[in-house]
């Protein structure tokens, strides 16, 4: 019996030592204080057993931390424990699967390479700084086939690179702030990640996607003051989510999407004050995107959302732009839709479509044009539909200007207070039904330049030209169905109704206006960007004191 007692202690003593070792935990102190156990981090990483916790004393510690082993490495917080190279090429390798490390401060390399090199799988770094001695061509972190790895709460800044991650999949970067880099964040193949609520401030590129990332998502993140880009995505990247983020005063382009394809812009906040070549969202052969949700406030900025060269079959809904020069521009891209936009006070086109076919324009108003610009500008296309928008106060230039585009329906639109309403120039078969032009300066609608096989019934025409001619046809254009024209006010109610220009006639004007289902009613411009700069204020009060 005796003898069985004294084995069953034995078994749990064996048990209790087995698990000290693997929970085990080891003091680095650089000053060798009396409750260290090592004065190196160095040495500590090379005695301890896989799994242990390192903890690390304030302090600057002048060596290379380098581990394949799995550790928890904690420091005393990235102000008061310093680990510095002293220009070695890297200052932290981890190739340690399962490594997670905190509170340190890493300063180096003197030239080249990056401050930590992470080739491991689950890996962990928060609160640590990512610093320099000397030389600002380094990365931050490099990771390179590191799958799940988190990056939180941690800081770079006056790097090359502030993080790079390439051929890896599940990436989590989230509360860091960089700042002073030519790119703060930068992926390359990387698969099913997200970038999370970082300031990055001052960077000539806030974030890069390219070579095939996809299923990446980046959001709440305020990136302010761009060098050349906030965010830039290219080269065969799909899937791609961009949502709430304030990206403000970027130099040339807030959101930049080039060869890339299934991209979301959505819910963001996009502001410039001190640029006249910004475009706030820019397009270039990236196809099946959806712009939808955002404010943009785009100061001088050259085009608020540009599509061009092959963007086919974008979705540009429901944003707001305004005080800026030019709001959308569609160019060489076919199949888009654009809908339930709300444009107003830029001092540009309002909304230009050139070369671009089977376009979709819908609800959409757009009015108050601060410069002798168009609100809209269809130029060298066909196969439009027009509909539902409200196109208004643009005291110095026509509303709409159509000009050698073939194809063109316009229908339920609110046409008002205008220079001209609508002028259409060496254009083909277009036809305009069930509108409302009203109290523009000279005529409601105008054909001119060859403009033929139009045809212009159940609209309504009020006060146009101060009711003396609202409708001018320099051809031979159709103002009936045959047996149904339009209604005008200044009708006398007898006879047909006389077009200015070649002789041509509404042969059966309406007594009263016609049920159109045209927008009925101007929107309260003021209310609305009140509205958006409250809107902007509480998320920047929200991202800076809360």
Known sequence: MRIWIFVGFLFLALIA????????????????????????????????????????????YEEEINTGKEFTIIGNGSSDTKVDANGSDVVMTLNGNGTFVS?????????????????????????????????PSSSGLMGHGSHNLTIRRCTWKDRERGVKVRDAVNILIEDCNGSSNDKGIIFDNVQNATISNNDLWRNEYGIWLRDGCSDVTIEDNNVDDSGEN??????????????????????????????????????????????DN????????????????????????????????????????????????????????????????????????????????????????????????????????YDLNITKNNLSRNEDRVAIYIDETDDVWFENNTVAWSQQGLYARS?????????????????????????????????????NYDNDGQAYDSASNDWDDGSEG????????????????????????????????????????GLLLTVASLAFLAVFIRRRYI
Not at 105 to 134: M, Q, R, Y
Request: aromatic share 8%; proline share 2%.
């Open 17 to 60: 030592i087995i698990s000290s070792v693997e929970g085990v935990s080891f003091v680095v102190d650089d000053d060798n204080g009396t409750w260290a156990d090592y004065g190196s981090i160095s040495e500590a990483l090379n005695d301890a057993p896989e799994g242990s916790t390192i903890y690390i004393y304030n302090g600057t």
């Open 278 to 381: 910004m475009n706030g969202v820019r397009l270039v052969r990236s196809e099946d995107c959806t712009i939808h949700n955002n404010t943009i406030e785009a100061g001088n900025a050259a085009t608020a959302v540009l599509l061009e060269k092959y963007s086919h079959r974008c979705n540009i809904s429901d944003n707001v732009i305004y005080s800026g020069r030019h709001a959308i521009r569609v160019n060489v891209s076919n199949g888009c839709l654009i809908e339930d936009n709300w444009i107003h006070n830029n001092s540009g086109i309002g909304l230009h479509i050139e070369r671009s076919n089977r376009t979709d324009v819908h609800g959409n108003v757009i009015a108050d044009g601060t410069s002798s610009r168009e609100l809209m500008m269809i130029e060298n296309c």
């Open 103 to 135: 509170g340190l401060h890493l300063k180096g390399p003197a030239e080249g390479d990056e401050v930590v090199s992470v080739s491991a799988e689950n890996v962990t770094i928060e609160d640590c700084v990512f610093g320099s001695n000397s030389d």
């Open 427 to 463: 254009s083909d078969n277009i036809t305009i039904v069930y509108n409302e032009f009203i109290n523009n300066t000279y005529y409601g609608v105008s054909f001119s330049g060859s403009t033929t096989n139009c045809l212009v019934h159940h609209n309504n025409f009020y006060g």
């Open 486 to 525: 339009n209604w005008w006010s200044d009708w006398d109610g007898n006879g047909t109704y006389e077009i200015d220009g070649s002789g041509q006639e509404d042969g059966s004007p309406f007594a009263e206006p016609v049920e159109t289902g045209a927008p009925e009613k101007v929107p309260e411009i």
């Open 230 to 275: 906030g965010i830039e995505i290219r080269m065969d990247c799909n899937n791609i989510t961009i949502f709430d983020n304030d990206l403000l005063r970027a130099d040339r382009i807030a959101i930049n999407l080039t060869d890339t394809g299934d991209v979301l812009v959505e819910d963001n906040y996009i502001f410039d004050d001190h640029t």
